[in-house]
């Protein structure tokens, strides 16, 4: 399993009241997040298990053990892995190179995106336990995406990004409203595989209304949104999951000063994390889930 390699030099390691976040560092730990997760994904979400997940009351699959996991911790549950409350899911190229691919690629061609210069970072399985979700814990994970970002130098960071269902022409409002306004710029663009793409332009931009069609996203989706995130070109419908996902692309320098940077300066609370805040409270709750 991918672990942080040396608690001397923590590539993520933030306090804020009784939270922490940072890299995981044994076995217990990963366990304990694949744990959370089946909690959120299976019990709460309408993800189907394989037998050996429902048996083990575990999320995993073959990715895990090529990732870093990004933990945060309640220390008022103690100090051991009972006390994981959130997590997100981290590969960056090493971690794909010996993996074989990244997570994306069963649903989306990035080829434009693995050929971009420097570091890029996947993104998924994000959650939070129910009881955490007032926003402080779903905070911490962005600070800790912002300090991880920082320590490795990351250009882009993408991933697979969910809306609840798996009809598209339930969606086709805020599918539209992604592929009209927010459609990655083609040196950035990942296109849905051909065998599971589906259109996202089902209805045409003047039949769009944005206000509603805003209201209709994820709040995880609004929040790479307000980073200046982008989509792929189609979606993908993931009868496993109940979802319909899209690809989400950030380019890391377009957002630093106004919320990464503000991370290396300023507490939760502040300007940064207000905006953090508006991706919190659907974090880990099925729509929006970062996969």
């Given at each position: 399993m991918s672990l942080a390699?040396?608690?001397?030099?923590?590539?993520?390691?933030?306090?804020v009241g009784n939270l922490r976040i940072r890299l995981a560092e044994d076995p217990a730990e990963i366990l304990a997040a694949q744990a959370l997760?089946?909690?959120?994904?299976?019990?709460?979400m309408a993800a189907q298990p394989t037998a050996e997940m429902r048996a083990?009351?575990?999320?995993?699959?073959?990715?895990?053990?090529?990732?870093?996991?990004?933990l945060v911790f309640d220390e008022e549950r103690g100090s051991g892995p009972e006390s994981v409350v959130g997590t997100y899911r981290v590969m960056r190229r090493e971690g794909a190179t010996r993996r074989g691919q990244f997570y994306s690629v069963d649903e989306y061609d990035i080829a434009a995106i693995e050929s971009y210069?420097?570091?890029?970072?996947?993104l998924g399985r994000s959650c939070v336990d129910p009881t955490c979700r007032s926003g402080a814990a779903m905070q911490l994970l962005w600070r800790g995406i912002a300090e991880y970002v920082f320590y490795y130098n990351i250009s882009i960071m993408f991933g697979c990004a969910s809306l609840p269902g798996t009809d598209p022409q339930q969606l086709k409002l805020p599918l539209s409203y992604l592929y009209h306004h927010h459609l990655a710029p083609p040196a950035l663009r990942a296109r849905a595989v051909d065998d599971r793409r589906v259109a996202m332009d089902l209805l045409p931009i003047e039949e769009v209304q944005i206000s509603e069609a805003r209201q209709a996203l994820p709040p995880l989706?609004?929040?790479?949104?307000?980073?200046g995130g982008f989509v792929?070109?189609?979606?993908?419908?993931?009868?496993?999951?109940?979802?319909?996902?899209?690809?989400?692309?950030?380019?890391t320098d377009w957002v630093t000063e106004k919320y990464l940077r503000h991370y290396k300066r300023e507490e939760p609370g502040s300007s940064a994390g207000?905006?953090?805040?508006?991706?919190?409270?659907?974090?880990?709750?099925?729509?929006?889930?970062?996969?």
């Amino acid at each position: 399993m991918s672990l942080a390699e040396s608690k001397a030099d923590r590539p993520v390691d933030v306090a804020v009241g009784n939270l922490r976040i940072r890299l995981a560092e044994d076995p217990a730990e990963i366990l304990a997040a694949q744990a959370l997760r089946y909690r959120i994904f299976y019990e709460q979400m309408a993800a189907q298990p394989t037998a050996e997940m429902r048996a083990a009351r575990r999320d995993f699959d073959s990715f895990d053990d090529f990732c870093d996991h990004l933990l945060v911790f309640d220390e008022e549950r103690g100090s051991g892995p009972e006390s994981v409350v959130g997590t997100y899911r981290v590969m960056r190229r090493e971690g794909a190179t010996r993996r074989g691919q990244f997570y994306s690629v069963d649903e989306y061609d990035i080829a434009a995106i693995e050929s971009y210069p420097g570091e890029i970072l996947e993104l998924g399985r994000s959650c939070v336990d129910p009881t955490c979700r007032s926003g402080a814990a779903m905070q911490l994970l962005w600070r800790g995406i912002a300090e991880y970002v920082f320590y490795y130098n990351i250009s882009i960071m993408f991933g697979c990004a969910s809306l609840p269902g798996t009809d598209p022409q339930q969606l086709k409002l805020p599918l539209s409203y992604l592929y009209h306004h927010h459609l990655a710029p083609p040196a950035l663009r990942a296109r849905a595989v051909d065998d599971r793409r589906v259109a996202m332009d089902l209805l045409p931009i003047e039949e769009v209304q944005i206000s509603e069609a805003r209201q209709a996203l994820p709040p995880l989706i609004k929040g790479y949104l307000r980073l200046g995130g982008f989509v792929g070109d189609g979606a993908v419908v993931d009868h496993d999951f109940g979802t319909t996902d899209v690809c989400i692309v950030v380019k890391t320098d377009w957002v630093t000063e106004k919320y990464l940077r503000h991370y290396k300066r300023e507490e939760p609370g502040s300007s940064a994390g207000a905006l953090a805040q508006g991706v919190s409270s659907g974090a880990g709750q099925g729509p929006g889930s970062a996969r």
